[in-house]
């Protein structure tokens, strides 16, 4: 099954109430129009493309360690995947797909990382539940999101929602701005340009992790 297959079924139990959901219809209303309202405005559009330099970032790892992007660079391409958190279904759903392509990734000899606003413990949570090999960066106010375009703020309505869901992002992210990254997936060159960009102000759509494949495997030709 597809990623995205994973995640339609994960929705149509969602929305249809199943158990241990079971979300109002008006809860389901509220985040269908805050995610209409963010495709409306065009912001994934003004995000970082294919053939823009990448911005050049060093994020601390779970542990407290500063990765680098460009050390990673240094070693080849990498591969950067953006998600809102583990308190997120879908990205919890998507990580364990880029867990499963990881080998495919690093025959082509590039590294894979992700990047989300939440805190160290909470990303030390994502790499336990989701049994990750490769390293959760921590992006406090989402500062490296907002250079790849893909920070925002949540509309009012939808922070009173997650508050009535004791959904704590402040708590989870240790920043009292409530903003997010609209989910991201990157391919970046050893020169630094991205080869590869999908960006969805839809959480609930992501990219297959063997769509990156063929931008890896120029970045491994060019490299030759």
Not at 39 to 63: C, Q, Y
Not at 192 to 218: C, F, K, Q, S, W
Request: with cysteine; proline share 8%.
């Amino acid at each position: 099954m597809t990623l995205q297959a994973k995640l339609d079924a994960f929705k149509t139990d969602f929305e249809a109430g199943k158990p241990p959901y079971n979300v109002p219809h008006s809860v389901i209303e509220t985040m269908h129009r805050a995610t209409a309202e963010l495709v409306a405005s065009g912001a994934a559009e003004k995000a970082l493309k294919a053939g823009d330099k990448a911005p050049v970032f060093t994020l601390n790892d779970p542990e407290g360690d500063p990765v680098s992007s460009a050390d990673l660079l240094a070693k080849g391409p990498l591969v950067i995947s953006f998600y809102r958190g583990v308190w997120c279904p879908y990205c919890n759903m998507e990580l364990q797909a880029l867990e499963a392509a990881l080998p495919s990734f690093r025959e082509l000899g590039a590294h894979l990382i992700a990047i989300s606003p939440q805190t160290a413990v909470n990303s030390r949570k994502s790499v336990r539940q989701n049994e990750l090999q490769f390293p959760i960066l921590s992006d406090t106010h989402n500062d490296v999101a907002a250079q790849f375009g893909l920070r925002f703020t949540l509309p009012d309505y939808l922070i009173e929602l997650y508050k009535n869901l004791k959904n704590d992002l402040p708590g989870f992210n240790g920043d009292d701005s409530w903003t997010l990254p609209m989910p991201g997936r990157f391919v970046i060159g050893q020169d630094g340009v991205i080869l590869y960009a999908e960006v969805n102000p839809d959480y609930t759509r992501r990219p297959e992790p063997a769509d990156m494949l063929p931008a890896l495997r120029h970045a491994t030709q060019s490299a030759d």
